[in-house]
């Protein structure tokens, strides 16, 4: 049971994570790659059609474990070993340990954000612009804010007996598919200044999510067996209560993209533009944004579990194979009926909202300097919180290749450096480059997304056809 928490704590906030491309969403020429980020984007790509064929984002970060002296790249290969009293790794040093940060609090979040076919397009109606999208979209997130660290004792309290105070802590991850639509038109012109209005409709299509709220201060009590060093953890005075949906299929060990719930939901965004007519580029880029308005009903499994005394070495030997299997084992072993701790089966996640604020400063012919201020704004109880990001980039854009560099703060604290190059259909890049391939003392954050798009007809620049119908 420790082997699979532990796994779970790496796996989760190590290896399936993702961010959305900042730096590239600021390309002029990303198009329908960047309407995630902003629905205004597509209106100022210079083609009048843009493909995306597939794009992937994934993105490494939190502050509550870490793999010592490795990098990304390196993890394929690693003997990766985790610190146990029991097999007397204590975590004080070497190479290729997985420990625990020594802090009271730790949070991670974790999201992978794959874009599919997806296209977009100009059109001219009554001599004003509109761009059209239709994307498709694959979304997994999830987070733990400010969760208690108790794994960090696992190499540094050999007392005998340990109480331990485990505090509320709130938890919940979703996995779910869009389908979706996106228009962009211009609401205000004069010579200098414009405002353009932009909006997503989505259909959400649900296959897995898990919520977990404990609402009590639960009591820890952990015994180390003097002879082996083992340890047993009984846990008491807990009131959780807990919701999962999974499209995974147990019995045939596959998973089936299966609906367990649907929903819509929305981003809108609005942006102005100080325009430049002798260079046809804007001077000034300023863009307010919220995404990800609404949630996903399930269909599912909720479940309530209230305090009793629940020894966690219970669970060893037993064959737990779904989520189902787990709540069933657990509720047997604290009422003395598997299905007691089963309340319904009906509930529903709120999409990660958050507020985007983007400004863009053309410097020179092509080149940009761009900032963005991503903050989280979750609406329902169980809404996804997604994480906290300023950043600042410097990029060049140009038709067939594009390229810049950044820095960020995660959270607001952890920095990060980036960057990106566009050439042709290709775009690859990564917020947080170094890890990738650069040992780090503690590894515990790491970006990378690449995408490939094609831009079927030529360059249209409709400034230059309707200059001459311009209020100059």
């Avoid at 989505?202 to 201060?217: F, L």
Wanted: glycine content about 6%.
């Amino acid at each position: 049971m420790k082997m699979i928490l532990r796994s779970f704590l790496l796996i989760f906030p190590l290896l399936t994570s993702a961010q959305d491309a900042v730096i590239f969403s600021n390309d002029k020429y990303s198009g329908i790659s960047g309407v995630g980020f902003s629905p205004t984007q597509p209106f100022f790509n210079p083609n009048s059609w843009d493909v995306n064929i597939v794009a992937e984002d994934i993105f490494i970060q939190n502050n509550y474990t870490y793999v010592s002296n490795l990098s990304i790249i390196g993890l394929a290969n690693a003997d990766i070993k985790s610190v146990s009293l029991k097999d007397k790794v204590m975590g004080t040093s070497g190479a290729n340990l997985q420990d625990y940060y020594n802090r009271n609090k730790g949070t991670y979040h974790f999201s992978s954000d794959v874009l599919g076919p997806s296209v977009s397009w100009s059109a001219d109606i009554n001599q004003k612009k509109y761009t059209f999208g239709i994307f498709t979209r694959v979304r997994t997130q999830g987070s733990a804010i400010g969760i208690d660290n108790y794994a960090r004792l696992n190499n540094t309290n050999t007392d005998a007996i340990h109480l331990y105070n485990f505090r509320p802590f709130k938890t919940n991850f979703m996995n779910w598919g869009e389908v979706s639509v996106n228009v962009a038109t211009q609401i205000f012109q004069n010579k200098e200044n414009r405002l353009v209005l932009g909006g997503n409709l989505k259909y959400e299509i649900g296959y897995d999510a898990m919520n977990i709220n404990n609402r009590k201060t639960a009591t820890l009590r952990r015994t180390v067996n003097s002879t082996d060093l083992s340890t047993d953890t009984e846990m008491s005075n807990y009131g959780i209560e807990a919701s999962y949906a999974t499209a995974y299929d147990p019995v045939n060990k596959k998973y089936d993209f299966k609906p367990n719930g649907r929903g819509f939901g929305a981003d809108v965004g609005l942006t102005y533009v100080k325009w430049n007519y002798r260079m046809e580029d804007y001077d000034l880029k300023v863009s307010f944004t919220v995404l990800d308005i609404g949630y996903i009903n399930y269909k599912g499994e909720n479940h309530r579990l209230n305090g009793r005394p629940f020894d966690f070495n219970s669970l060893s030997g037993k064959k737990i194979n779904s989520p189902q299997d787990l709540f069933r084992t657990v509720s047997q072993e604290i009422y003395g009926n598997p299905d007691a701790s089963m309340t319904g089966t009906n509930f529903s996640i709120g999409l990660p909202t958050s507020i985007h604020i983007n400004a863009s400063k053309r410097i020179m012919d092509n080149h940009y300097l761009n900032f963005d201020l991503v903050q989280r704004a979750p609406i329902f109880e169980n809404s996804l919180r997604r994480s906290n990001i300023a950043n600042v980039s410097y990029s060049v854009q140009k038709k067939l290749i594009g390229y810049g560099a950044s820095v960020s703060l995660y959270e607001f604290r952890a920095m990060q450096c980036g960057a990106y190059l566009r050439l042709a259909p290709l775009i690859i890049g990564s917020e947080n480059f170094f890890p990738l391939f650069f040992k780090q003392d503690k590894l515990h954050s790491a970006d990378i997304y690449i995408g490939i798009k094609i831009y079927p007809f030529g360059e249209k620049n409709p400034d230059r056809i309707r200059k001459s119908n311009c209020r100059c």
